[in-house]
């Protein structure tokens, strides 16, 4: 799983502040999702892409949370204005051209550690 | 009630013993996934079963898709294997998570 890559692993932002959280999948794979885990918590489904396309962002919190998964180059989670609640690990993992988790294994980034002061 | 149930939450060990991790989902599933995260670092995919059994070194998983549940075992414990496990069921491209088993194997 050390093909899918997230940067950076840890990251430091004052409330208000933007935080931008990148994600280069697997070679070969073009299905990015991102999850999120709070403390104490478990990991919950955020976003699912497509090159171009966001598929399904049902995840998401409405406000200040974006993602984009662009022709050319990593995908790309954004969140804007940040608060202390918004302190998380943030995953992502990546899959190949089939959409299903079912048949094929999960790959995993590393984390991106966000921590809202 | 969350639709993926694990047990226990906490498991403490001592080197050498049978572990066994429980996982209970509620909704339909086309995949079940067993997971390893260690503190503050990355996850691991250990198995992805759709029925049966299947083995990999020490570990076991098996999956009941009568019942929907699964377990984990490790056989030989050692403190490596330290670490949390998350269980998460995928229907089509969703997955969603049980909240993890912390596991302490103590030499």
């Known amino acids: 799983n050390a093909g899918v890559m997230q940067n950076p692993r840890h990251l430091v932002r004052r409330r208000g502040q933007e935080a931008r959280l990148r994600c280069s999948p697997m070679k070969g794979h073009s299905h990015v999702y991102w999850y999120r885990q709070l403390p104490e918590e478990g990991l919950k489904f955020m976003v699912y892409?497509?090159?171009?396309?966001?598929?399904?962002e049902s995840g998401m919190p409405k406000e200040r949370f974006s993602a984009e998964f662009p022709k050319e180059g990593p995908s790309i989670l954004r969140i804007q204005q940040v608060v202390r609640g918004d302190s998380a690990a943030y995953f992502c993992a990546s899959s190949p051209q089939t959409a299903s988790h079912s048949g094929n294994t999960i790959y995993f980034g590393e984390g991106s550690w966000l921590t809202v002061v | 009630k969350n639709e993926v149930e694990q047990s226990p939450q906490n498991l403490t060990a001592q080197e050498g013993e049978f572990i066994t991790i429980n996982c209970s989902y509620s909704?339909?599933?086309?995949?079940l996934h067993w997971l390893q995260q260690h503190p503050g670092g990355g996850i691991v995919s250990l198995f992805m079963?759709?029925?049966g059994k299947k083995k990999h070194g020490r570990l076991i998983a098996t999956i009941n898709i009568q019942e929907k549940h699964s377990s984990l075992h490790i056989t030989a414990s050692h403190p490596r294997d330290s670490a949390v496990y998350i269980c998460?069921?995928?229907?089509?491209?969703?997955?969603?998570f049980g909240k993890g088993t912390l596991l302490t194997v103590n030499p």
């Open positions: 909704v339909g599933i086309s995949a």
């Open positions: 892409l497509q090159k171009e396309n966001i598929i399904d």
């Open positions: 998460a069921v995928s229907s089509n491209y969703k997955l969603t």
């Open positions: 079963l759709s029925s």
